[in-house]
């Protein structure tokens, strides 16, 4: 069960801000201020504009700007879900799995800025953020966690799978609650490695649409709490919705491209409907995963429309959002359930004119509304990293 | 013990790319004859400044890759892919059945080099210059997804990041994929190289040995196991070469670039393990230590070892003398203790075994714990054991709590 939700975006500094920016078909993506974009064929992202500060007593010293995105998003999950550590779960059976990637890289950069300056004594702790686990142990020792912990790193697909684990690992006994999303940030190595491969639109990114020419990079931190039903109930806790099930699946085809037939994906589409043991047809509704890269929407179309017939419902929101790569998984996870919560599907902004090679219903133009009962959140990553997640209202 | 439980894995493959070479039987004997693959090398910006690291320099991918494809590939996609291959070919799976296969890999360094390359070139240059060859190998599951691409693994596919545990806990996951029938057999691998660049940065925190300091020796190289359910193992007539029969873990109260000193959490791990193998701690033949030089650390894991055997510790080894540090090494430790529980006896540890324990190295060993301990305070240990000649009798079928609906 999902019993807490926490988002900051470049919409907002919270879910119901983030939501109602949504709802309102507002885009985040703006002028890139963390560094200079000159050099690069764009100039936007989505960055987080408002950060809040840290609580009192949350870890400070040493922190990146990803793990403070994760402390803050993560706190507002928490607060959603009114779970207390040790009053409602003990220590041991409350575990954590996030997504990670870039995390302190922006950090590591500058020390590789330094060395390749010529400075002879860059500060050697800007790299200790680097790894993508960091988060992870700053959120576990904070919030006391002591069941399972563990990081997935796959790119633009972690924190979907990450979701998926730490379902797999509640099921298998290890724990009775999990904390499960991911943080990251805009970076000169991700801003750099896309514009190197041609892969970002100089404007804001507009997904399906005919005139869609690349990706707008964003920053986001989304992350979820999941209980067990009985436990849930037992305290009294609000339940967001059910989380039904997970596909995980290697497109085994390229590195950056994918498989253009759409089978890679409509494979990972029917793994998580195995899991979830669902029919396609009892699937409302996919917050598609919808780059804005001339292939990767075509090929997730074809595998949507392969799976789940034109009935289903489709958007993107990176659109308003950029793409948040290792966080992408859970923001739009987080999304997803505001959506069978609320029966609203955010409008996909920058879709103008359908792009004939998408063939789906995607909620464009404004927000749409739809009685949801199983919503798919995908995940499509470098080197066919693939990932579906599946949540259901919770009636 | 935390309940949850995971079922017995049946080892069917190993492929490492190590110090010693490609063959899993030369690694052994290299151990054992105390060989060495140290190197110094200088850290990006300090050209006289030399730490020694393990290397794997002999390795050359296109003895078993197509030059074409390899010869782009950073580092540990070259390791993770060969290793890999090797892994399935000793499983009887050269051909491998595609979405019924997955892979699963750790790392620490994974992407170190072209990421330094690549922002060098931006920063020196400009970003327009950057090789765009480069920036897909900077991604930490660039090794999984090169070697899955390679091989035409289909199944499920993940990287994850747990400092020098990730091998332990990917092997947990590997455990819960294939008890879920999402795949019949995983590769699960840890991959790591070693980079001047990041180099520098453990060099001054002070955390990697140099003249005169304390610390650990990086590693670099791929070991990987395939993995499968034993009745699957059984069913298509695979060789087992050993069973994990049942995984801990703890963590410790640590920040996050801290190694755990907590005996207790060694202690709380270890007994997961064994209660979760059912084993007595008596029916350990020897204990694979996650020692890596450091003295407070290693003072907490002798400890730990103390609060569950008393005064009867087993035989301790360490073989991070000639593997190094690093998610891969501490794989590769796994990977040499499967090994040579299939051979029958243990390499020497160069080091020396830990005080107060069993001098001799068992004859014969039967059941082995591996330790895995890393910053952020984890800590994981494996048993590992030899198959029975009756396997049949130890096949257990898991009950699978449903997924809710």
């Known amino acids: 069960m999902v019993t807490g939700l926490g988002a900051i975006t470049a919409l907002g500094s919270n879910l119901a801000e983030t939501w109602e920016g949504l709802i309102a078909g507002r885009c985040g993506i703006g002028p890139l201020t963390a560094f200079s974009p000159e050099g690069y064929r764009t100039g936007t992202a989505g960055e987080i504009k408002s950060l809040p500060p840290l609580s009192t007593g949350m870890p400070r010293k040493r922190i990146s700007r990803a793990d403070h995105v994760g402390l803050v998003a ?134 399906f649409d005919i005139r869609r020419k690349g990706l707008s990079l964003g920053e986001a931190g989304g992350f979820l709490i999941l209980e067990r039903e009985d436990a849930a109930r037992r305290r009294g806790a609000g339940i967001r919705a ?16 994918p498989d253009p037939s759409g089978s890679a994906g409509a494979r990972t589409y029917r793994s998580a409907l195995r899991a979830a043991s669902l029919e396609p047809n009892e699937v409302d509704f996919v917050n598609a995963h919808a780059t804005a890269t001339p292939q990767n929407d075509p090929a997730e179309a074809l595998a949507i429309r392969t799976v789940f017939g034109q009935r289903v419902l489709v958007n993107s929101v990176k659109g308003s959002l950029g793409h948040t790569l290792c966080a992408a998984g859970g923001i739009e996870a987080v999304l997803t359930v505001r959506s069978l919560e609320t029966g609203i599907i955010p409008p996909t902004v920058g879709c103008e004119e359908l792009d004939p090679a998408c063939p789906v219903d995607v909620v464009k133009g404004s927000a749409r509304e739809a009685p949801i009962r199983i919503a798919v959140s995908s995940s499509f990553a470098f080197g066919g990293n693939s990932a579906a997640v599946v949540f259901g209202r919770f009636e | 013990m935390k309940p949850g439980k995971t079922p017995r894995l049946a080892v069917t493959g190993i492929g490492v790319v190590s110090p010693f070479g490609t063959d899993v039987g030369e690694l052994l004997d290299a151990i054992a004859a105390g060989r060495f693959a140290i190197k110094d090398v200088s850290p990006t910006g ?170 650990f020796v990086l590693g670099e190289g791929s070991y990987a196991v395939v993995v499968e359910l034993p009745e699957m ?86 073989w991070k003398t000639a593997l190094g540090e690093g998610a891969g090494p501490c794989a590769g430790q796994a990977v040499v203790a499967i090994a040579a529980l299939e051979r029958g006896n243990l390499p020497h540890d160069r080091g020396g075994a830990l005080p107060g324990s069993k001098l001799a190295p068992p004859e014969n060993p039967t059941v082995g714990l591996v330790h895995f301990s890393g910053a952020g305070g984890a800590h994981f240990s494996v048993v590992v054991e030899r198959p029975s000649e009756s396997m049949e009798t130890i096949v257990i079928p898991l009950p699978i709590l449903p997924l809710q609906k």
């Not at chain 1, 904070?142 to 690992?169: F, K, M, Q, V």
């Not at chain 2, 892994?87 to 059945?97: D, H, N, V």
């Open chain 2, 46 to 215: 300090s050209p006289d400044r030399k730490i020694p690291v393990v290397h794997c320099d002999s390795f050359d991918a296109t003895e078993f890759l197509p030059a074409m494809r390899v010869r782009r590939w950073d580092p540990c996609s070259r390791f993770a892919a060969v290793s890999s291959l090797l892994a399935l070919r000793s499983a009887g799976l050269s051909t491998p059945g595609g979405e019924r296969i997955g892979i699963l890999a750790g790392t620490w360094s994974a992407g170190a080099t072209p990421l330094a390359d690549f922002l060098s070139t931006m920063y020196t240059v400009n970003p327009e210059a950057a090789p765009p060859i480069l920036f897909p190998f900077t991604v930490a599951n660039a090794p999984a997804s090169q070697a899955a691409i390679e091989l035409g693994l289909k199944g499920p596919i993940s990287t994850l990041s747990h400092r020098s545990v990730v091998f332990a806990d990917s092997l947990l996951y590997a455990g819960i994929l294939l008890a879920d029938g999402r795949a019949d057999a995983v590769v699960v691998l840890a991959t790591d190289e070693v980079n001047p660049t990041y180099l520098r940065a453990w060099d001054e925190l002070r955390i990697v040995v140099a003249p005169g300091r304390e610390g």
């Open chain 1, 242 to 257: 059910r989380f039904l099930g997970y596909g995980i699946t290697s497109d085994a085809w390229h590195m950056t491209q």
């Open chain 1, 74 to 207: 993560l706190a507002q999950a928490f607060e959603d879900s009114g779970l207390t550590v040790g009053r409602d779960v003990p220590p041991e059976r409350i575990g954590i799995v996030l997504g990670g990637g870039v995390s302190g890289l922006p950090d590591s950069e500058r020390f590789l800025l330094g060395i390749v300056s010529g400075d002879n004594h860059p500060r050697p702790t800007l790299p200790i953020n680097h790894p993508p686990d960091s988060t992870t142990d700053l959120a576990a020792r904070h919030w006391n966690l002591h069941g399972p912990r563990s990081t997935i790193t796959t790119a633009c697909s972690s924190s979907a799978i990450a979701i998926g684990y730490a379902a797999d690992l509640m099921r298998y006994g290890y724990a009775d609650a999990m904390v499960v999303g991911g943080s990251d940030v805009v970076a000169r190595l991700t801003y750099g490695g896309f514009n190197s491969l041609r892969s970002v639109d100089p404007d804001p990114c507009r997904p």
């Open chain 2, 233 to 318: 193992a059984l069913r298509r007539k695979a060789p087992i070469r050993a069973l994990i029969s049942g995984i801990g873990f703890a963590h410790a109260d640590s920040g996050p670039h801290e190694y755990g000193r907590d005996p207790a959490a060694f202690a709380a791990s270890d007994r997961e393990a064994l209660q979760r193998a059912n084993h007595s701690p008596s029916e350990i033949d020897f204990i694979v230590l996650s020692d890596n030089g450091r003295t407070p650390e290693a003072q907490a894991e002798r400890d730990g070892l103390d609060q569950v055997w008393k005064s009867s510790i087993p035989y301790t080894v360490r």
